[in-house]
């Protein structure tokens, strides 16, 4: 079978990371290594890509196309798979991701012949069987119209292959993370051992936790030719005794990378020899999830842990020169003087790079919260981006919650000091990058508070 894999590209109404990072498409890559000796696999990265989808259907005429995205990509996956349907009503589509293994229901719609919703490293190849040679069809895999009945389906198997990165080879020289220049990605494990209530990612494996084994992940670290690695696990600093072997492991092996992680600031804060060591070894950069500095709302999330503890982490991670990436959550409770308060705090611990989230109730996740407080409809797709506000907020107008927002990027992000730091530390290339990328993010923001303001003026002029 000839299939064609597609990344989609961001809708326009998306408040986009794509602006300051693009990673290889590993999920595609890990598909594609799947393929039979009789199947051809081609990777567009519509990302990247300026050509439009007949353009690709037209040059490859697959059998089959896949597509795989989160939320906000919803109504574009069902777009594509309508496009293939009108350019050909035999290709097969084929949707799968995260966002499809936990909300199936979101992705039963016109054009889409199967949702691959558990397991799709096995069901996969399975589906070929089935298409092309009339095999069983596979347990996990979902076709139009059919129900989900979580009973029914397999139970977890948490099994991996190698992603064939020479699919995208086209594509390497483009992908980066922030600072981090040609990227690699690569998991080690699968899930998140603890239960924040706002977490999508639990979800996807139902709150279990696995790790691969570690000779087969330093198997594959060996083989990447790239040199910034960026380990895409939900939290690789959850096991001291993983990681202890892992970094026994990179000795062992002489593997000599710079790192990228995720990472919970109590694990930080609890194992500063053990940063100092993978420090020692090439992590440079911690995306770390405080979520908040604010006592109530920590618990509030069911974060278990403490603004002490966050404190703490910043301390080990500014004494072993270690860039945080940190990422906050704004409640919609807040007023001017919370923004404020967050500034100080942030300036306070040299928190130099911030991601700022408004809290959102992902569908599918722990977290739920009264209808008629939602700003963002079910199935405005695009807006559920941890972006956009999703919950009237209670003490400021719309407007003037974005408004903050901007400033406080603004102020964290653009001091003079932080810039001269990063400029010293990175290359000038990654720098303009990332000042170009939020500029956009800036601009896509005063876009929403001019709408936001329209809509206030037509809210009042129809109240009065």
């Known amino acids: 079978m000839k299939i064609l894999m597609v990344r989609p590209q961001p809708a326009q109404q998306t408040i986009g990371l794509q602006h300051v990072m ?14 039979r000796a009789q199947d051809e696999v081609v990777i567009v990265d519509m990302i990247l890509e300026c050509q439009p989808l007949e353009y690709f259907l037209r040059l490859h005429r697959p059998d089959m196309i896949c597509v795989t995205g989160y939320i906000t990509n919803v109504a574009t996956m069902g777009e594509y798979c309508l496009a293939a349907k009108a350019f050909n009503s035999r290709i097969h589509t084929v949707v799968g991701g995260v966002h499809c293994e936990v909300c199936p229901d979101d992705l039963d719609l016109p054009g889409i012949d199967f949702r691959v919703v558990r397991n799709p490293v096995t069901m996969f190849p399975q589906l070929l069987d089935h298409l092309d040679l009339g095999a069983d069809a596979p347990t996990g895999v979902l076709a139009s119209g ?33 600072f981090h220049d040609k990227v690699a990605l690569l998991k080690t494990s699968f899930g998140c051992p603890f239960n924040c209530n706002f977490c999508f990612c639990r979800e996807i494996t139902r709150g ?47 593997i000599h990378k710079h790192y990228l992680i995720y990472g919970r600031a109590d694990f930080i804060a609890e194992n ?39 404190r703490r982490a910043m301390d080990v991670l500014n004494r072993l020169d270690i860039d945080c990436f940190a990422t906050i959550i704004l409640n919609p409770d807040w007023c001017r003087q919370d923004f404020d308060r967050l500034e100080k705090e942030l300036k306070d ?26 700003l963002i409809a079910r199935e405005d797709y695009p807006k559920w981006d941890l972006a956009h506000l999703s919950i009237q907020p209670t003490r400021l107008s719309v407007p003037d919650y974005y408004r903050e927002i901007l ?10 000091r932080v810039l001269v730091r990063f400029l010293l530390k990175y290359k000038p290339k990654m720098l303009w990058k990332m000042i170009q990328g939020t500029s956009r993010v800036s601009r896509q923001y005063r876009e929403k508070i001019k709408e936001a303001e329209s809509q206030l003026d037509f809210n009042t002029r129809q109240g009065g």
């Open 146 to 178: 059919q129900a989900c009945i979580q009973t029914e389906l397999p139970a977890l198997d948490f099994i991996y292959a190698t992603p064939d990165r020479s699919l995208v080879a086209g594509y390497r020289k483009h992908y980066f993370y922030i």
């Open 407 to 416: 400033r406080l990027y603004n102020r964290v992000l653009f001091q003079p």
């Open 349 to 374: 611990l040299q928190i130099n790079f911030v991601n700022l989230q408004p809290l959102t109730p992902l569908p599918g996740t722990q977290m739920e919260v009264p209808k008629d407080t939602l």
């Open 22 to 35: 693009i990673v290889e498409p590993l999920e595609l890559e890990v598909l594609g290594a799947l393929r």
């Open 208 to 254: 279990l936790y696995r790790q691969r084994p570690l000779a087969e992940t330093l198997d594959e670290l060996e083989s990447l030719p790239q040199k910034e690695i960026y380990i895409v696990d939900d939290d690789f600093l959850a096991d001291r005794r993983f990681l202890r072997a892992f970094l026994d492991g990179l000795k062992t092996r002489k």
């Open 272 to 310: 500063p020899d053990l940063l100092e060591q993978f420090r020692n070894q090439g992590l440079t950069t911690v995306i770390v999830g405080f979520e908040s500095f604010f006592e109530e709302e920590l618990a509030q999330y069911a974060k278990n842990s403490d603004v002490q503890t966050n």
